[in-house]
């Protein structure tokens, strides 16, 4: 084990620009559900909206059955290695994109049939992509997570490092529907782009990630102390012996549940308003074209959500004095608000808005969860990473609730639950007990 009096930035970095591909590849995923809907499943009927946020379910998939991997590579090979293999799974999940584009472009014909639904063989290889990729981002957070936490960084706390890294990821999140709509798709309007335009923009993205990891393989990421079991230490006691963190899980299933949910599935929102006659406006525009570009409303709305996560966290990465817990209580309030504020005024917007207050929950149920596990840090980051799990059943039960009842207006009563679940955390589950609390 490592420790400095006085820590370089540069590991901190490292991890952080990392984090950054994770949360720009982690959108991309979401931003492809709608063109896969207008490619893929043209034909699959009464099932489109469900098999759609299949998408999202198969991600995050990853994440409730992968999440521990990562932390038991972090007790047995540290947390250098452990990033190199996630990002191995990275290239893995693109080469099954790029798979299924390829089969999908030249074998349109393979496909099955699921009650009026007609699936394409190339739908099944992009599921399986997605499963990989969100085995990649969970590895990847596993590492992220307690490393940023505890990194000795001086003059700063465990929220605000949290705050600052997640900030650089949004800034990857907030660029990556713009990327999906003007490279990936050349600005052509949605009812009319082509599944073979994923190959070229795929071949770049697998080179550019066997890159990164040739180069952090380079590089040293020293471990630190304190924060994991070594690989034949045995820990005493089970991680769900900790009231407290056992909670936090619950928070963060319920909050990336509706974090993922709101950016998932706006867009098809988006499109089912368009549709009915109501098109979504900006400054009194209803489109967004630009050089000959068809940039999207849709496209738009996605962007300035996980933009909102960047902004909000730049902001409360200044936060020195505003506890985690105040920080949480305070956002989940207005989320909640916010939340039935569009649902009663069928406005999009204040879905929007909830990104700006979304930004710093992930770091404040985090930061209060862990508190106090000392070498039981890397095996709980582990067990929570497996909460984001959260993203993928809320995603696919809001689809599920909008083919049932025919709009997706009612369906973000599923956010108002989620943001309520998270404001009892802060207000009474957030407490360690007197025997949780360790010498």
């Known amino acids: 084990m490592e420790s400095k009096s006085q820590p370089s930035i540069v590991p901190f970095a490292i991890i952080t620009f990392i984090y950054f591909i994770i949360g720009f590849l982690t959108t991309i995923n979401e931003q492809l559900q709608a063109p896969l809907k207008f490619t893929l499943l043209v034909d699959a009927g009464s099932l489109r909206n469900t ?34 293999r996630g990002l191995g799974f990275t290239i893995a999940g693109l080469l099954m994109y790029f798979t299924s584009s390829l089969v999908s472009d030249q074998f349109p014909n393979w496909t099955f049939s699921v009650t009026d639904a007609q699936i394409p063989t190339g739908y099944l290889i992009f599921l399986l992509g997605s499963y990989l990729m969100g085995t990649s981002a969970a590895v990847v957070q596993v590492v992220v997570n307690p490393y940023v936490a505890s990194y000795p960084l001086r003059g700063t706390q465990p929220v605000q490092r949290l705050n600052i890294t997640t900030a650089i990821n949004s800034i990857g999140t907030t660029s990556a529907p713009f990327f999906v709509t003007v490279v990936m798709f050349s600005g052509i309007p949605m009812d009319r782009i082509q599944i073979q335009q994923l190959l070229v923009p795929l071949s770049l993205l697998i080179i550019t990630i066997l890159s990164v990891i040739l180069i952090t393989s380079r590089l040293h990421i020293p471990d630190l102390e304190n924060t994991r079991a070594g690989s034949t230490e045995k820990l005493e006691r089970s991680i769900w012996s900790f009231r407290h963190f056992v909670l936090g899980v619950a928070a963060i299933f319920f909050y990336v549940g509706t974090e993922v949910a709101i950016g998932a599935n706006i867009n098809l929102y988006a499109f089912e308003r368009m549709d009915a006659g109501h098109p979504i406006t900006f400054f009194g525009r209803t489109d967004l074209t630009i050089a000959g570009l068809d940039l999207g409303i849709h496209a738009l709305l996605s962007t300035l959500y996980w933009g909102g996560f960047l902004v909000g966290r730049a902001i409360s990465s200044f936060f020195t004095t505003i506890s985690a817990r105040t920080q949480l209580i305070v956002t989940t309030v207005l989320a909640t608000l916010l939340a039935v504020f569009a649902m009663v005024a069928q406005n999009l917007w204040f879905l929007v808005a909830i990104g700006l207050l979304h930004s710093s929950m992930w770091s404040c149920i985090y930061s209060l969860s862990i508190r106090g596990l000392q070498k039981y840090t890397s095996k709980a980051s582990g067990v929570f990473i497996s909460a984001v799990f959260g993203g993928a059943v809320f995603t696919l039960i809001q689809g599920g609730l909008a083919d049932l009842f025919g709009s997706w207006r009612w369906t973000w009563s599923l956010t108002v639950l989620c943001e309520l679940v998270m404001l009892a955390y802060a207000v009474f589950g957030y407490r360690i007990r007197e025997q949780d609390q360790l010498v």
């Open 51 to 84: 098999l759609t946020t299949l998408i999202s379910f198969f991600f995050f998939s990853g994440y409730l059955i992968n999440g521990t991997l990562g932390s038991r590579w972090v007790n047995a090979v540290g947390y250098q290695k452990t990033i190199l």
